[in-house]
């Protein structure tokens, strides 16, 4: 796996990492899911330079022009419910992307420090030969990416695969690099050094799906 950690590089990045994070400023919910959204699409434009392209040539009024542009098929799949704005910011930059969505939580059993990935919910084009986009904005344990991914193997097998987050901790980028083949990237915003004893990550930014949507009640 190659990952791609663009908090290494100093950009407009960090103003919108150090709002989504900063306590008293995600509590507008508008702004944390709008900020996530255009950390979607920074991360997005630079993936797009790894992709593979052709020269097409281009009638304009005046004359005609060749210019590079990506061949890839692309299909973008992101979990529900915090990947969303997430997608949003993928699919304003991956604009004929095909779709995907799956609905993956944490179920805790027993003990409220274990738990297991449950899927319930999934809707995919074919993937046979193309590009998948696996999108969430947290890469906490990995669980939850490696999950989905296992579930996605029945409607065919990628050409590629990219994984997008926006925080991760370092166990789960281990997992994730553990667990994909070589020809698997990750692009992530920034990586966080460890997880606390529920699995989240810290200094992190908290529940992501809670902060763009509203807490929801526990099961």
């Given at each position: 796996m190659t990952i791609h950690n663009l908090s290494l590089q100093n950009s407009l990045l960090n103003n919108f990492l150090a709002e989504i994070r900063d306590v008293n400023l995600q509590k507008d919910?508008?702004?944390?899911?709008?900020?996530i959204e255009r950390i979607g699409e920074i991360l997005g434009y630079e993936m797009s330079k790894n992709l593979t392209y052709n020269s097409e040539s281009i009638q304009t009024p005046l004359d005609k022009c060749s210019i590079n542009l990506p061949e890839n098929d692309i299909v973008l799949?992101?979990?529900l419910r915090a990947g969303v704005p997430l997608h949003n910011?993928?699919?304003n930059y991956f604009d004929k992307a095909e779709n995907a969505f799956i609905s993956a939580y944490r179920h805790h059993k027993h003990n409220?420090?274990?738990?297991?990935?449950?899927v319930e919910y999934l809707a995919c084009p074919n993937l046979e030969g193309k590009t998948l986009i696996l999108a969430d904005p947290m890469l906490a344990?990995?669980?939850?990416?490696?999950?989905?991914?296992?579930?996605l193997k029945p409607f065919g097998t990628p050409k590629e695969v990219h994984l997008i987050s926006v925080i991760g901790a370092q166990d789960g980028?281990?997992?994730v690099e553990q667990n994909?083949?070589?020809n698997t990237h990750l692009w992530i915003a920034s990586i966080d050094k460890t997880l606390n004893d529920k699995g989240y990550i810290v200094p992190g930014?908290?529940?992501?799906?809670?902060?763009?949507?509203?807490?929801?009640l526990q099961q």
């Open positions: 919910s508008m702004r944390f899911r709008r900020n799949c992101s979990i910011g993928l699919l409220p420090e274990s738990f297991e990935i449950i344990t990995g669980q939850s990416m490696l999950a989905t991914f296992e579930a980028v281990d997992f994909f083949n070589n930014l908290g529940d992501a799906g809670d902060l763009a949507f509203g807490e929801k």
